[in-house]
């Protein structure tokens, strides 16, 4: 069991999976108004979140944006069943 773990850790960092669960907490807020606009929701959060690293001296990454992307699609796929 403890390679499978280790396995998700090298293959997932941490900031990578903190981005995506932000993701789907962001849609799972903004989705009650329709399911468009809680994705449009988590790209706005995604790329804030970016800008503001940018100005505060944080790491700027695309990828941190397709991760936070990537959590809302999945909240997606769990509100469409």
């Not at 999976?17 to 108004?33: E, I, M, S, T």
């Amino acid at each position: 069991m403890k390679s499978i773990e280790q396995w998700i850790m090298r293959a997932i960092p941490q900031d990578k999976a903190l981005h995506a669960l932000a993701g789907v907490l962001v849609f799972g807020v903004a989705h009650f108004v329709t399911w468009q606009v809680g994705i449009a929701t988590v790209v706005v959060a995604g790329i804030l979140k970016e800008v503001i690293d940018h100005f505060t001296g944080g790491d700027v990454s695309v990828w941190d944006v397709a991760a936070t992307l990537a959590g809302g699609l999945l909240g997606l796929l769990c509100f469409a069943r």
